[in-house]
């Protein structure tokens, strides 16, 4: 079937026919057609606008046995760290000064910090700033939850790395992939901007489920979804596995966009990792649809210990300079740092 007719059904009815195809076409042309629509799609839908999301990693404890993740609990080998709540909001008042409109503040699941001093930290930071503040700090019951909405966090990532329930099973022991999708609802219904997100070439994923995850990001609509490449970490039972293909990243990262339209993609952290092997893209690996980028604001030293899978890249992303970098390398590509908060479907142009 011809690429433009796949293309545009992909845009209005998405179905696991067209998905497969995009996924797996070996044919140039088609891949070209795929990536090109998406980089219309984006300039439709978010404008030439990139949103930085400063990523603050402030504690790498985690109760969690993840099989993939270098932090995880059985990992005797590595420092653990936690940043103190003043340490927290002071980086982030930091990273409002200059000029971060987004703080993401993830961490391992660490339950030493309680309830209230999320709220604590929550409502210091936007006493003296206005910026958006996003969670990733796993899973919480739905009490907590909407605690945390209504002392003021405005949005929450929570990836479900797999919609495939048997390798959900054997890579996140405990867990429960239910608990998670039921989550994001739950967390849709209190109006945060809802997050997600799988890993790329997982030992055992097939390219149907990787379908099934795609299509689930549409049916629960959310507004972020970050994609990145399986980096083996030579600390858990996943050790030496190949990563996942950059290829395929970049295939979802334009299936999303053009499936999603208007939601928030990031280039993630993991497929720079693999791409240049430079911090941050500043080019034409936009042009797949992605524009979000998430600058580390966690001070260099924790940076190393913030080990989820080996990454060599360290740099302060907490300075003016870092941003008006960003913007001038942008700039030769006609896009700019954004200064809104860039909550999804506030930048629509054309509708
Ligand atoms: N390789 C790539 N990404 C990983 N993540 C966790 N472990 C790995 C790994 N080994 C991703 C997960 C997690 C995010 C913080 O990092 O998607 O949600």
Request: net charge positive.
């Amino acid at each position: 079937m011809e690429t433009k007719k796949r293309l545009n059904r992909l845009y209005s009815k998405p179905d696991n026919e067209d998905i497969l195809f995009f996924l797996s076409t070996i044919d140039p042309k088609s891949i070209k057609e795929l990536y090109s629509f998406a980089g219309k799609v984006r300039e439709d839908y978010t404008g030439k606008m990139i949103h930085l999301r400063g990523l603050i990693e402030f504690s790498n404890y985690c109760s969690r046995s993840c099989h993939y993740c270098g932090l995880n609990k059985e990992n005797k080998k590595i420092t653990r760290f936690r940043l103190s709540k003043e340490e927290i909001v002071k980086i982030a008042i930091e990273a409002s000064e200059n000029g971060y409109k987004t703080i993401v503040l993830q961490s391992g699941e660490d339950n030493n910090y309680s309830l209230e001093d999320y709220i604590y930290i929550i409502k210091n930071i936007k006493l003296n700033t206005d910026i958006a503040i996003t969670l990733a700090i796993g899973e919480k019951t739905f009490k907590e939850y909407k605690i945390l909405r209504e002392n003021g966090a405005d949005r929450y990532l929570l990836k479900h790395e797999t919609s495939d329930p048997k390798l959900y099973k054997k890579l996140n022991p405990g867990m429960h992939l239910q608990y998670r999708i039921n989550s994001l609802k739950e967390l849709k219904r209190l109006e945060f901007q809802v997050g997600s997100g799988i890993m790329l070439g997982l030992p055992g994923q097939t390219l149907e489920s990787i379908v099934d995850d795609i299509l689930l990001f549409k049916q629960l609509n959310l507004d972020m979804i970050g994609c990145g490449p399986f980096i083996s970490h030579p600390e858990t039972s996943l050790a030496g596995l190949p990563s996942g293909d950059p290829e395929l990243a970049y295939r979802v990262l334009a299936i999303n966009r053009i499936v999603t339209r208007d939601a928030n993609l990031p280039f993630t952290t993991a497929l720079s990792v693999l791409t240049k092997g430079q911090a941050l893209p500043f080019s034409s690996e936009f042009f797949k649809g992605a524009n979000v980028l998430m600058p580390k604001l966690t001070p260099i030293k924790y940076q190393k210990l913030y080990d989820i899978y080996p990454n060599p890249n360290r740099y302060n992303g907490n300075s003016k300079e870092f941003i008006r970098q960003i913007d001038l390398d942008l700039s030769e590509s006609g896009y700019k740092v954004s200064t809104t908060l860039g909550h999804r479907g506030s930048e629509k142009i054309l509708l």
